[in-house]
């Protein structure tokens, strides 16, 4: 039995933030239905990473809404919205990445939807918070990352603002509005109160930035000061950093100079010995390095740091990183088959309970697919 399993969750999320929460709920147990307009449903469904489509959906749809249930319904349509109030009567979590204020249109604010329902876990998720100038700004993960100062930890001193290649605000709220559900649940169990969980893309890059943004708190304000070449982290000291081999790429994390000096036979490095060194000549030692290691492949590095346990690992490009054990023996994807026979390959839910993997082959759905089962299991009772 998984931990969730007897937990109705309505979903009214779109994109990405929401229903990435919503899959780990599904993963876990919930039971997931998403609430979409009849027709062309949610509009994630044609957001295409890479054009990849499987059939109707883009593939980004499929990998972020597995193992849910799809119910069509017209909010400005006073039955279809009689309905959703009735679900949401039953539901034990309502979760949404609207604008502030669009569910209060409906009538599915917090306010409104406690007096129907005084158990259930409202949690939402905002772009900038439900006050102040960027309240009504479009909550979307590269604007969210450019304005949090996170562009400017990435790259190499003197490239221009670099923001991550993945959608790390959208994944981190939704994880981060996970975390308010679980606990609100939590809270329930003890008190039979709801809840009214919020969080927002800002909050969350913030949040992810939580060391950084102490130190920028607490070092007079300046700025970070990303390495001239190789650079890692903008507030660590060398030799923190990506350095080119003779035949691909090592990553160094921090440790001791003197120590790494002897065991790579690095004459030039061994006068920087001092703990202050690495911050202070941060660069010109990470100049040293690149020219030292640039002579001999990566495994032959691996080869002479790894048993001396200095803390290092070769950069894997996906192909490289897929075909390896180290991915293997995880057993991170899973095959999900769909409606017509088209199979795609995943990754599963990285929580083990129990030492059980969390799987669930169960497809995306199609819009409105659960609408008839829905009715009668849950509405025509």
């Not at 319904?73 to 109030?85: I, Q, R, T, Y």
């Not at 007096?115 to 960027?134: D, F, K, M």
């Not at 300046?222 to 691909?248: E, S, W």
Request: hydrophobic share 40%; proline share 6%; aromatic share 6%.
């Amino acid at each position: 039995m998984k931990p969730l399993e007897g937990l109705l969750v309505v979903e009214f999320g779109i994109y990405l933030a929401a229903p990435s929460a919503g899959l780990k709920l599904a993963d876990l147990g919930a039971r997931v239905i998403k609430i979409e307009p009849p027709g062309r449903g949610e509009p994630c469904r044609h957001l295409a990473i890479k054009h990849l489509f499987v059939g109707r959906d883009s593939l980004l749809f499929h990998t972020i809404n597995r193992n849910k249930e799809s119910y069509a319904a017209n909010l400005k349509d006073p039955g279809d919205l009689e309905k959703v109030k009735r679900l949401l009567a039953r539901a034990d979590v309502l979760t949404h990445n609207f604008r502030p204020g669009t569910m209060e249109k409906f009538g599915l604010g917090w306010n409104e939807v406690r007096q129907l329902n005084p158990r259930l876990v409202y949690a939402e998720i905002s772009g900038y918070g439900a006050e102040g100038p960027w309240r009504n700004k479009p909550g979307q993960d590269l604007l969210a990352q450019s304005v949090s100062g996170l562009t400017w930890l990435s790259g190499d001193a003197g490239a221009p603002p670099t923001p991550m290649g993945i959608a790390v605000a959208d994944i981190l709220c939704g994880s981060h509005l996970l975390q308010g559900i679980l606990a609100a649940l939590l809270r329930r169990s003890k008190t039979g109160r709801g809840a009214h969980v919020e969080v927002s893309l800002l909050e969350s890059v913030l949040d992810f930035q939580f060391e950084v943004l102490t130190t920028h708190l607490n070092d007079g304000g300046r700025p970070p000061q990303r390495a001239r070449r190789g650079n890692a982290h903008a507030y660590l000291a060398a030799p923190y950093g990506v350095y080119a081999t003779a035949d691909g790429y090592l990553a160094l994390a921090m440790g001791s100079l003197d120590r790494l000096a002897k065991l790579i036979d690095c004459e030039e490095l061994e006068r920087f010995t001092g703990s202050e060194d690495g911050f202070a000549h941060r660069d010109e030692i990470m100049e040293i390095l690149a020219r030292h290691l640039a002579q001999r492949t990566t495994a032959e590095w691996l080869a002479l740091l790894e048993p001396a346990d200095v803390w290092c690992a070769e950069v894997l490009d996906y192909p490289r990183l897929v075909a390896h054990e180290g991915f293997r023996v995880l057993k991170m994807d899973q095959q999900v088959e769909l409606a017509g026979g088209s199979k795609i390959r995943t990754l599963r839910c990285p929580i083990r309970i129990d030492g059980e993997r969390l799987t669930s082959p169960r497809p995306a759905p199609a819009a409105g697919e659960h609408n008839e089962i829905i009715d009668k299991e849950l509405l025509d009772a």
